[in-house]
């Protein structure tokens, strides 16, 4: 065996990462990519992601998906990534704020 069965670590997993707008937050290879060509900073809150799909019995399969780690408890001023603030805003302010309201991503306690 390679690695340590999930079974046996001190965690718990509930639900994972919850973006309430995956289609904004989990990208693709070319993405990332066109993202970090763009601005290199972006790399900074770029992150490769597992999704439980592409966890197997003793393996996984990485599906090239990557996650924009814009975090509310990170407390990232998205400004000084304009790659990914104009990423994120071409899908539309009103959908991606986290007020609760019908159509938007969910509101969180995470300050």
């Given at each position: 065996?390679?690695?340590?069965?999930?079974?046996?670590?001190?965690?718990?997993?509930y639900?994972?990462?919850?973006?309430?707008?995956?289609?904004?937050?989990?990208?693709?290879?070319?993405?990332?990519?066109?993202?970090?060509?763009?601005?290199?900073?972006?790399?900074?809150?770029?992150?490769?992601?597992?999704r439980?799909?592409?966890?197997?019995?003793?393996?996984?399969?990485?599906?090239?998906?990557?996650?924009?780690?814009?975090?509310?408890?990170?407390?990232?001023?998205?400004?000084?990534?304009?790659?990914?603030?104009?990423?994120?805003?071409?899908?539309?302010?009103?959908?991606?704020?986290?007020?609760?309201?019908?159509?938007a991503r969910?509101?969180?306690?995470?300050?």
């Amino acid at each position: 065996m390679i690695g340590k069965p999930l079974k046996d670590w001190d965690i718990n997993i509930y639900r994972g990462i919850l973006t309430g707008y995956n289609e904004a937050f989990i990208i693709d290879e070319k993405t990332k990519n066109d993202l970090i060509f763009e601005d290199p900073k972006s790399a900074e809150i770029i992150r490769p992601i597992l999704r439980g799909r592409d966890i197997k019995r003793y393996a996984y399969e990485f599906a090239d998906k990557y996650i924009i780690t814009t975090f509310p408890s990170l407390k990232i001023d998205i400004n000084i990534y304009p790659a990914i603030r104009q990423h994120l805003m071409s899908f539309g302010h009103d959908r991606l704020r986290q007020t609760g309201d019908t159509g938007a991503r969910k509101k969180t306690s995470n300050m």
